[in-house]
């Protein structure tokens, strides 16, 4: 069965960071991309960053560029997203996904 678990959300102050992680099971984690998204109250899912099956390439939402990192460890089925700087209006369920999977998410809620 292939699944994501994503961990590490929670309250954090404004100008705070947060790392969180999803760990893979079920398939071949080092051959595929992969993905964070985030999901704010009341409006829609939106992308934030991917990073490559080798982890040589990643990219990132404009309004996270700067302040998250995303990073991957093949060796154990692993991908991070280290949120820095945080601010209140990145509020939301972050998700990751890769081969058309994708976990139940982690709260992220930044105070001011």
């Known amino acids: 069965q292939e699944q994501l678990v994503e961990y590490g959300g929670g309250l954090v102050q404004a100008g705070g960071s947060l790392r969180l992680s999803c760990v893979a099971s079920g398939f071949t984690f080092a051959n595929h991309d992969m993905g964070w998204h985030r999901q704010a109250p009341g409006k829609e899912r939106e992308w934030v960053a991917v990073i490559s099956s080798d982890g040589g390439n990643q990219h990132y939402a404009p309004s996270v560029k700067g302040r998250f990192i995303i990073s991957r460890d093949n060796g154990k089925n692993t991908v991070y997203l280290q949120v820095n700087n945080l601010k209140p209006e990145d509020t939301g369920v972050y998700y990751c996904?890769?081969?058309?999977?994708w976990g139940r998410g982690t709260q992220v809620t930044v105070s001011s």
């Open positions: 996904n890769g081969k058309d999977n």
